[in-house]
């Protein structure tokens, strides 16, 4: 995408400077109970994924997400990590259903120690939350010279191959590889064709959602964004797995990848799993989600060095971005390497901010009376 491609696709949106709209989440989240320093972290990683031009999981997640659930109870504002189990490679740590993000950095935290000492280190995490975009952690990672790898398992939303109720999560699994280009590689995508936060932003957009990411109990693939959002909760529509609907487009790599994300996310730390991550019990009242996650970091060093394997990295991703190019195409892109080019543009003109947002934004400012002033108002 070209800087005027850029500007055109969010014509209709107002553009906020990202550390007014980092500030602003932050106090939100003090207002609504969580600590100065988790909330920190939390606004930090939001606005990276806004920064990526990751729209679906930013500043549009704070209030149906975190906010939302600190008022229903179900989401408790201050983290209280507990090390369960440590060992030289491995951390199984609990999050009593705190923000995900404040213990999913000190997930990756203590795998990549691990990692700078013996070569490799893991940690997963029960009874947490959403934990935002996995390629954060990923980075954490890539940063220090590291291979980063994550996982997490979430509310039912995949229909398995031939199935039509939701029983898996979206289940990112992610992977982050050092190189010498400008940007690391970061493949993060969900195990569905697409995910819930880019359904969400067709519905702010009062878009359709294409055909094929959706199926009705009927196995019929469904466009209806707005009604969507609602069955996908009560199990009246489903997510179909990357790969697509059936096999013809091998939905099964996508079931199995989403699979090995809830096994891996389950059970390595003894949490829960498929149905039970909904936040209600089976009596129909209001429970926390209790997801899991898992952490891995590989020190390249422990192996030929990480310079060698950098170097050999970006060779194979150079390879890439120059072979044949199908025609009318004037680019071949590597997992990352979008999300930096947005990065620079939006550090340039701002966070794109949609009409439906400003509404939540101006509703969360009165609530807070934070008196902040946003270029719509």
Not at 122 to 130: A, G, I, L, W, Y
Not at 251 to 273: D, M, P, R, W
Not at 315 to 344: C, F, H
Request: charged share 25%; hydrophobic share 35%.
């Amino acid at each position: 995408m070209t800087e005027k491609e850029f500007l055109e696709k969010y014509s209709d949106c107002a553009f906020v400077p990202f550390d007014k709209l980092e500030a602003f989440m932050k106090a939100c989240l003090i207002h609504s109970g969580v600590p100065e320093g988790d909330a920190d972290i939390i606004s930090d990683i939001l606005i990276e994924s806004d920064k990526r031009g990751i729209d679906s999981h930013g500043i549009g997640r704070l209030k149906p997400i975190y906010i939302d659930r600190i008022d229903k109870g179900i989401l408790n504002p201050v983290t209280n990590t507990e090390i369960v189990k440590d060992e030289k490679t491995a951390c199984v740590i609990d999050a009593h259903d705190g923000m995900g993000h404040v213990a999913s950095r000190k997930a990756m935290e203590i795998a990549i120690s691990k990692a700078s000492e013996y070569g490799m280190g893991m940690s997963v995490v029960r009874n947490s939350s959403h934990y935002g975009i996995a390629g954060y952690y990923a980075s954490m990672a890539t940063d220090k010279g590291m291979i980063g790898i994550t996982g997490t398992n979430a509310r039912p939303s995949i229909a398995p191959t031939f199935g039509t109720e939701n029983m898996l999560g979206t289940n990112p699994l992610t992977i982050g590889i050092p190189t010498d280009d400008p940007f690391p590689f970061i493949i993060d995508a969900a195990t569905s064709v697409s995910q819930r936060g880019k359904i969400e932003v067709y519905g702010r957009a009062g878009k359709d959602i294409p055909p094929g990411w959706v199926i009705d109990e009927s196995g019929r693939t469904r466009t209806d964004t707005d009604a969507i959002l609602r069955d996908l909760t009560c199990g009246k529509a489903a997510l179909a797995p990357l790969g697509g609907i059936g096999t013809d487009g091998a939905g099964y790599k996508g079931y199995g990848y989403a699979t090995v994300v809830e096994i891996l996310s389950a059970a390595l730390q003894n949490g829960s799993f498929l149905k039970d991550l909904t936040d209600k019990d089976r009596d129909g009242n209001p429970k926390p989600y209790h997801l899991g996650h898992f952490f891995i970091a590989i020190d390249p060093e422990f192996f030929m060095g990480r310079k060698l394997f950098r170097k050999i990295a970006t060779e194979i991703l150079k390879e890439l971005r120059e072979s044949r190019k199908a025609p009318g195409e004037s680019r071949i892109y590597t997992a990352g390497e979008l999300e930096w080019e947005a990065r620079g543009y939006r550090m340039k003109h701002g966070c794109p901010v949609p009409e439906s947002l400003q509404k939540v934004i101006d509703e969360l400012s009165e609530r807070f009376g934070l008196t902040d002033t946003w270029p719509w108002n």
